[in-house]
Structure formats: structure tokens, C-alpha cells
């Protein structure tokens, strides 16, 4: 695999702050999302969302959706992990578990797998680009734009679930 990606966790509190450029950023009472990826390349490509801060809501939920060309013995196939964490419980969709994209552009991406369906619209952002491994190098750009705005839609058993937008969810969409 060019690149292993791990979730350390999906949504926890944030306390603490910092300075840049002498002003102080207070960050208590955030939300916090933390991944690692290992390997030598990023996909060629790929789409990530991930959210866990929606306004206003007294039903936290956190989402994280990768869907990326991965390459496996020569050949390559479209491989998708997402989960999302609702109600304490944790909805687990996945390539190995079966799932099904059914769509999957910049603004609309929609999986279904058993009982299970999640739609994202997303109206893109500009954002800024990043450094990304290429063959073990840092010389290829990315796209991440963090302040998007989008809707997520989950249903279960054919009823909506929850339907939820916000206004900062990150996104890297790289085709």
C-alpha cells in the first residue's frame, strides 16, 4: 500500500492556547480530529471529508469519509473507509465491509452499504495547498480547503437519520 491512514480519534475537547504573530489563539472548548498517514505516496486520487464540529447541536456527531485509487498488484480499485460516530455509537463503511460509492465528485458524494446510506453535498472553498509525499518525497501539492460548507445526510433503513450542515468541514478532493 502507498499509504496507511489511521484515525487516532474522531472527535475530542480541545483546551489550550498559543501565540502567532504575538496574538493569542484560545482554542478551550474546541473540537479536536487527529489521523496519521504512513507510507511513501498519497493516492493518486482521492477524496477526504472530515467534520465534527456542527453549530449549534446538542447531538454531537463526527463523520470522516476517504475515498481513494489505490493500487494492489498491479492493478488498482477504489477503496472507501467512513465512519460516523453518532449517539455513541460508531457506523463503520467500508470497502472490506461491502460499501458501494454511488457517487463521488467535489460537490456530491454518496455511499450506501446494507441498512446504511451517507450523502455529502459540499459547496467547495478555496483553500491553500500542502505539501504531499510523492514516492517518498515532499514534492507534489494538494488541494485542502478547511472551511466548506456541506450537508451530511445519513439514513438508516431508508430513514433519514440525521441531517445536519455546517460551515467548516475540511476537504481534499484531488483528481
Given at each position: ?24 489563539v484560545?482554542l ?21 471529508i ?12 463526527s ?21 460516523v ?20 465528485s467535489?460537490?456530491?458524494?454518496e455511499i ?7 450523502q ?19 514534492n507534489?501539492?494538494?488541494h ?11 439514513f ?6 440525521f441531517?445536519?450542515s455546517i ?9
Amino acid at each position: 500500500m502507498e499509504c496507511r491512514h489511521s484515525i487516532i480519534s474522531l472527535d475530542h475537547d480541545v483546551e489550550g492556547e498559543f501565540k502567532i504573530n504575538g496574538q493569542v489563539v484560545n482554542l478551550t472548548g474546541g473540537k479536536g480530529y487527529a489521523e496519521g498517514d504512513r507510507g511513501h505516496s498519497f493516492p493518486e486520487n482521492y477524496t477526504w471529508i472530515q467534520c465534527n464540529s456542527f453549530k449549534h447541536d446538542d447531538d454531537p456527531c463526527s463523520v470522516m469519509l476517504a475515498i481513494a485509487k489505490v493500487p494492489f498488484m498491479r492493478r488498482h480499485f477504489t477503496g472507501c473507509i467512513c465512519i460516523v460516530y453518532w449517539q455513541g455509537k460508531e457506523y463503520r463503511l467500508a470497502t472490506y465491509k461491502g460499501v458501494r460509492i454511488l457517487k463521488n465528485s467535489l460537490e456530491c458524494i454518496e455511499i450506501e452499504q446494507g441498512r446504511f446510506r451517507l450523502q455529502i453535498t459540499v459547496s467547495p472553498e478555496a483553500g491553500h495547498e500542502l505539501f504531499a509525499p510523492d514516492k517518498g518525497n515532499m514534492n507534489r501539492f494538494i488541494h485542502e480547503s478547511p472551511n466548506c460548507k456541506a450537508r451530511f445526510r445519513f439514513f438508516i433503513d431508508d430513514r433519514e437519520s440525521f441531517d445536519k450542515s455546517i460551515d467548516y468541514v475540511s476537504v481534499e478532493h484531488v483528481q
